[in-house]
């Protein structure tokens, strides 16, 4: 593993958790992101005095903030942790293509330059279920033609995740701080399987996977764990988990559960990328291991946690908006 290292998109979900793992490991971390969507300097307001973190804000659509980062951060590897937001658009790309070039171009001109790995990380959001197949089609070509002129990617898709640092844009997220705020909880198609749900400590561990063990020009995917648990049952895992930590006034949790039928939705990407099955991972985290891990996470960080529930209060507030409900 590298010594010093670049996470472009370091405040999100999955980079604050990655930022998070490498500085455990000893790693040098310089850590970027424009602080745009759901980019939140809360969640890594603690590295602030960490002598092996340093924050700037770059905005990967500006060539010359590149440029600043990469000499900034001199790095071995770069992990690139942000996914477009509109993936339907056309030029939903345009900023990826702006980054990798402006790369090539700093990479090329500098002699001595030790970066040996980068790190692209896509990662499927459950509201946008459906949208991301052109997107990702187009971005394997993108990448697969930087990597004949030589830049050092590897990818890995992940599929929609939950766990700590995660504002309230998924399911699981929304389930919970609809809980704890005492507000009904949509379950929808409760008797629908769980599928293809990771947590994020798994996400994690199969990025550094694929920096350490992944081919230059290799495309990875994660799966989530085999599962039998149905949407209704992981609801009824993360109330048990407040009524043990933190018991409502009256009642229990799982009595504010509402099941909604919706239309279900699914990923559009074909996965015959290669798993990570073939680079060693080991096993991965149980759905109600994950679960519960993540409902006590939330509740022993409310610093976090109240910070977020205001910011995001238009997102716990409208599930609709979260859980695609006609």
Not at 61 to 90: G, V, W
Request: aromatic share 10%; glycine share 8%.
């Amino acid at each position: 593993m590298s010594n010093r290292s670049a996470v472009f998109g370091g405040a999100g979900f999955i980079g604050t958790n990655l930022v998070y793992q490498l500085i455990e490991d000893g790693q040098q971390v310089f850590n970027f992101d424009n602080l745009s969507g759901l980019g939140n300097l809360l969640n890594i307001a603690e590295l602030m005095q960490q002598s092996r973190h340093s924050f700037a804000r770059c905005d990967i659509s500006n060539p010359e903030e590149i440029r600043q980062a990469l000499l900034m951060a001199a790095a071995d590897t770069i992990y690139f942790c942000i996914t477009p937001k509109n993936p339907e658009e056309e030029s939903s790309l345009e900023n990826f293509r702006t980054f990798f070039e402006t790369v090539k171009e700093w990479r090329n001109g500098m002699a001595d330059t030790k970066l040996h790995k980068i790190v692209v990380v896509v990662s499927e959001h459950y509201k946008l279920l459906g949208t991301y197949g052109k997107m990702y089609a187009g971005l394997l070509k993108l990448l697969d033609g930087y990597a004949s002129d030589g830049l050092p990617i590897s990818s890995l898709l992940v599929p929609p995740a939950f766990g700590p640092f995660q504002q309230p844009d998924s399911p699981i997220s929304m389930i919970i701080y609809r809980a704890i705020e005492g507000e009904t909880i949509p379950v929808v198609n409760p008797e629908e399987k769980v599928s293809d749900l990771v947590y994020v400590k798994d996400v994690v561990d199969a990025i550094v996977l694929v920096e350490k063990n992944g081919k230059i020009g290799g495309h990875y995917h994660l799966t989530g764990p085999a599962s039998s648990m149905s949407n209704f049952e992981a609801a009824d895992v993360i109330c048990e988990s407040l009524n043990e930590a933190l018991p409502p006034p009256v009642g229990r949790y799982q009595a504010l559960i509402e099941e909604v039928a919706t239309s279900p939705v699914a990923s559009d990407i074909s996965k015959d990328e290669s798993t990570l099955t073939v680079l060693g991972l080991q096993n991965k985290t149980s759905l109600g291991e994950g679960l519960k891990e993540t409902v006590s996470w939330y509740l022993n960080n409310p610093r976090w946690y109240n910070q977020s529930r205001t910011r995001f209060f238009y997102l716990w507030q409208n599930p609709e908006t979260v859980l695609k409900i006609a």
